[in-house]
């Protein structure tokens, strides 16, 4: 019985550390091991409840109206707003879109108005619903601008959605001005404050400068917000709050068209483990406000003093003044953030790089934890001497013909040989998987240690090749492991 046990935390070693503060993406430490527990304990102890009939399991039903009640408390929600708590970011801003999209069943072919920096998450949502997006490009701050925001608003837009902040550059869009647009043609203004909404408030608390964005702005009718973030809950959980009941109307799905029970359901999945959302109440019960301002207060300090770090070092400078606990550093021209990356994972950091876009720079991504900020000396230490060795060898180059090949490929044309071409070029896997449809176990795909020359050369290649070519990749990975 214990073996399977022993086996998990022997696999478990390999990934990434998520506690210590050491990982700066994917995941949120508190740093609080009594949190973790209570949070891991709530799991384990719900993990065979089922969320799809709330009159079965009470206590789902009491736990999710405590976390939405919660969470309108914070976001400044008035009397009539409603919420939802789903599995996750991409799950909050799916609903958001499908439910906009059916609140307006007379509009043929639907648009949301996004800013270019916006969440993937809502291309996701436009692919599943077929609403068409309209992305504006932002200002030189990275900051959506609310001019073309509103000039690219039409009788076909059913969405119009701001970023508190956006992922990729830590900055909140200027929502008061884009909810207003919004709000005069009657359209609905979405704010994904998936990644910031739990910590923005409390830093507004702290007396640091922050941009509105929640229910108290006008105009704005519906924002989510994770709860595996900065609420530091375990994963599974985010709320999606709508102004009123009759704007969150539409996201419920109901089916009594067949002979078994009728389907119910306010989120996207039906039968639903009931650890996460015990998880995240578990937690926001323990911290409390003083706990979350605390953590917040510890956020800020860590992101302050690694954002002063960063300006001394020559090599390195942010490409955004950013409102919350998100970074992006980019480098000059005598080494690469690909490499500072590898540099910083041989060194037990892990920090994520970003991909050059739509004329911006690529990047190192920093999402910061409370946990980070008894770290922070050892973190710069690291940055430095990460900077230093990528400097020695100098920015990473692409083969010339590989650089060609993919320059002259489309990537909407290709066969399964140009993808294992590529993959085999790119060493994401080996020679000898390449056109081997029994590549069953996974074991042949030879992902690099260093994956700088890979991230080079996904850099060089179109947002339509590299998605074509990670899809490729993701495909050759997960295939069953049979024995
Ligand atoms: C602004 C924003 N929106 C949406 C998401 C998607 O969240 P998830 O990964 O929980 O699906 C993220 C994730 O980082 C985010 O930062």
Redesign the pocket.
């Known amino acids: 019985m214990t073996d399977a046990l022993t086996q998990l935390r022997s696999m478990q070693s390999a990934d990434l550390p998520v506690h210590g503060g050491r990982t700066l993406a994917y995941v949120y430490d508190s740093g609080l091991p009594d949190i973790d527990r209570i949070g891991r304990e709530a799991v384990a102890s719900y993990a065979g409840s089922n969320g799809l009939d709330p009159t079965a399991f009470p206590s789902l039903l009491r736990m999710e109206t405590e976390v939405v009640g919660m969470t309108a408390d914070l976001l400044e929600a008035p009397e009539t707003v409603v919420g939802t708590v789903t599995s996750?970011?991409?799950?909050s801003?799916l609903l958001a879109v499908q439910t906009a999209r059916d609140a307006h069943p007379g509009i043929e072919r639907p648009r949301m108005v996004l800013p270019a920096t916006a969440?993937a998450?809502f291309h996701k949502a436009a692919h599943y619903f077929g609403v068409e997006p309209v992305l504006v490009p932002v200002g030189p701050d990275f900051r959506a601008d609310p001019a073309a925001m509103t000039a690219a608003m039409d009788e076909r837009t059913v969405l119009v959605v701001a970023?508190a902040p956006?992922?990729a550059h830590g900055v909140v869009d200027p929502v008061t001005e884009i909810a207003a647009a919004a709000a005069e043609r009657g359209i609905r203004c979405h704010v994904?404050a998936?990644?910031g909404g739990w910590v923005l408030p409390y830093a507004a608390r702290l007396g640091r400068d922050v941009p509105a964005w929640t229910f108290a702005v006008e105009g704005v009718t519906s924002i989510s917000v994770?709860l595996?973030k900065y609420a530091y809950a375990p994963k599974g959980t985010?709320v999606l709050l709508h102004r009123t009941p009759q704007l969150r109307r539409p996201q419920f799905f109901a089916s009594a068209a067949w002979p078994g029970y009728t389907m119910l359901n306010s989120t996207m999945q039906s039968t639903k483990s009931g650890g996460p959302l015990a998880g995240a109440w578990a937690v926001m019960r323990s911290l409390g406000d003083d706990g979350y301002e605390r953590l917040t207060r510890d956020v800020f300090e860590a992101v302050d003093r690694i954002r002063a770090g960063i300006g001394e070092t020559a090599e390195l400078a942010e490409v955004s003044d950013p409102d919350s606990t998100l970074i992006a550093v980019r480098t000059d021209a005598s080494c690469d953030p690909f490499t500072v990356c590898d540099e910083m994972a041989a060194r037990g950091w892990y920090v994520q790089p970003q991909m050059s876009y739509a004329g911006a720079p690529a990047t190192v991504h920093l999402s910061v934890s409370a946990a980070t900020l008894p770290h922070v000396p050892e973190f710069l230490e690291a940055l430095g001497e990460a900077v230093a060795a990528a400097v020695a060898v100098g920015p990473v180059t692409v083969d010339p013909g590989v650089a060609e090949f993919i320059a002259g490929l489309d990537p909407l044309v290709l066969s399964d040989d140009d993808f294992d071409g590529l993959l085999v070029a790119a060493g994401l896997i080996g020679a000898d998987a390449a056109g081997d449809p029994s590549t069953s176990s996974g074991h042949r795909l030879a992902l690099p240690q260093r994956m700088a020359e890979v991230n080079a050369m996904l850099d060089l290649a179109t947002p339509a090749m590299r998605e074509a070519l990670l899809v490729a990749f993701l495909d050759r990975l997960i295939r069953p492991s049979r024995h």
């Open positions: 996750g970011g991409t799950e801003v969440h998450a970023s956006s992922y994904d998936c990644i994770d595996h985010s």
